[in-house]
């Protein structure tokens, strides 16, 4: 397995962990989002998507565990890559001037960081249900089901939480816009013949998640989704 | 025209170096000039003040040999694309114009003096698998071995890599893929460097990587700032390679 932890550590190596975890993050995202915007299709569904998701018991924690080994992998490769790369330049230059790459592209640090401090804040938010949030999160429906649907639309009602939440899409879009186009050139994917559809991919995808994900809080916070409590 | 340079100027590889700001000498630059030639020119007025001269790389002035290496306004060879900085002319500039001129910057190309920078570590990779092994003999007959033109052709594109590291100047990472997947793109899509294909991918990025480059992240400033335009395209041939090469070979 000498070859193996050689091949993780390399340069390409690296990038293929970035890669290949980016890959399964963006189809938790879109399958996340997929799954949220049931919340327009009214209380009895969403509630019973969500009452659904808890039943699969310990295969809900296998998915959790395989999640939170991805983020933390794609986090941990993407800080060591961070360091190893301004180490890389210790003296700055006093001009720069890009030419190829994107605000995107030179920002993904710092929206991923960003990104952590907001998932840690959304997993208190609606998973744990701690902090100044509680009351909505131990609502239960009629069925004696969590009732997820007040929680999200009463969570929303709060201007400032609607507007971190829409804050964070947005970061979420622009990393990636970058990330998801990148991937395909990481993997080895290059071909003038896909080129366009790579190319593509970012910039559609980000904005899916962007329009998707968002939809929600500024419904609530324009009344067209209302509570039922 | 009439100019005012910023260089910097660093005594060894110890000094901790600084902006020199140059106008007096740089005054009544023709247009016809190459970069290169202005510096001549500040360099013999610095020389006739009894002032050390600008130490910078050149050796073929004609835009072949990749010696030429300064970033010219926080672009490596300066504004023009697909240019060394020796056919970069001065009429990309205008009177009264304000330039940077900073040395490539990388931990694994230290300041020598002044512009110059040692890349050595590029030769350390290209020991490393940027050559095929053959047995000595008689010419082969011609045409025994045939190759597609597609092929050939981007062999020679790739093999069109001067060596002279503007894409690990431009990357905002200071990676050096551009320049090592253009190697083995060159090597390792032709017949006769087929058969060390595995083991020249893996030496080679083993050599990029203890050399204290960065990585790479997909910015691709390297291909826009490479004077024989380089196709990133072979960055992602090298990903492959790599993949191909880890897993594959025994």
Redesign the interface.
Same mark, same amino acid.
Do not use: C, D, I, T
């Given at each position: 397995m000498n070859?193996?932890g =050689? *091949?993780l550590k @390399?340069? &390409?190596? !690296?990038?293929?962990v970035m890669a290949v975890t980016g890959l399964l993050l963006v189809g938790f995202v879109l399958q996340h989002m997929v799954g949220n915007l049931q919340v327009f299709a009214g209380q009895e569904a969403i509630n019973a998507y969500a009452a659904g998701l808890k039943k699969l018991g310990p295969l809900l924690w296998v998915a959790r565990i395989g999640l939170i080994v991805i983020f933390l992998v794609h986090i941990a490769s993407a800080l060591r890559?961070v360091s190893?790369?301004r !180490? !890389?330049?210790? &003296?700055? *230059? +006093?001009? &720069? +001037?890009?030419? =190829? /790459? @994107?605000f995107a @592209?030179?920002a993904?640090a710092m929206s991923g960081l960003i990104l952590l401090a907001f998932l840690a804040f959304h997993l208190l938010h609606f998973t744990l249900g701690g902090g100044p949030l509680k009351t909505q999160f131990n609502l239960i429906d009629a069925y004696g089901r969590h009732d997820v649907y007040n929680m999200v639309v009463l969570g929303f009602q709060k201007p400032a939480v609607a507007i971190s939440y829409v804050v964070a899409m947005l970061l979420l879009c622009l990393h990636l816009s970058?990330g998801v186009t /990148?991937l395909f050139? @990481?993997?080895?994917?290059?071909h003038p013949k896909y080129n366009g559809i790579f190319n593509l991919a970012g910039p559609v995808i980000a904005t899916l998640v962007l329009v998707g994900n968002c939809s929600m809080p500024i419904a609530v916070l324009a009344g067209l989704v209302k509570a039922t409590v | 025209m009439n100019l005012t340079i910023y260089v910097w100027r660093q005594k060894d590889a110890k000094d901790a170096g600084g902006f020199e700001k140059y106008t007096d000498e740089c005054k009544g630059i023709s247009e016809h000039m190459s970069f290169l030639e202005m510096l001549d020119v500040v360099n013999d007025r610095l020389t006739e003040k009894g002032k050390m001269p600008i130490a910078f790389d050149s050796d073929c002035r004609e835009g072949i040999c990749g010696t030429c290496s300064m970033v010219i306004n926080g672009r490596p060879h300066g504004p023009w694309k697909a240019t060394t900085t020796c056919q970069l002319h001065m009429r990309a500039f205008k009177d009264g114009d304000v330039i940077y001129i900073e040395p490539w910057r990388s931990k694994a190309f230290p300041v020598i003096q002044d512009l110059i920078v040692d890349r050595k570590a590029f030769d350390t990779i290209i020991q490393a698998g940027g050559y095929i092994s053959t047995n000595c003999g008689s010419a082969p007959d011609a045409n025994s071995m045939l190759i597609g033109k597609e092929v050939s052709d981007s062999a020679m594109d790739a093999a069109a890599c001067i060596g002279c590291g503007a894409c690990v100047a431009a990357c905002p990472n200071s990676s050096a893929m551009l320049f090592t997947a253009a190697k083995l793109a060159h090597m390792n899509t032709l017949p006769q460097g087929k058969p060390e294909e595995a083991q020249r991918t893996l030496s080679m990025v083993g050599a990029m990587d203890s050399a204290g480059f960065g990585n790479c992240s997909n910015h691709l400033e390297c291909e826009a700032a490479c004077p024989k335009e380089i196709s990133g395209q072979v960055i992602a041939a090298m990903n492959r390679g790599y993949a191909k090469a880890s897993f594959g070979k025994r």
């Open positions: 070859w193996f =050689r *091949y @390399s340069s &390409v190596g !690296a990038k293929h890559l190893l790369n !180490a !890389a330049r210790p &003296v700055a *230059y +006093k001009m &720069v +001037k890009s030419e =190829r /790459s @994107s @592209s030179r993904m970058h /990148s050139q @990481s993997l080895g994917l290059n | -």
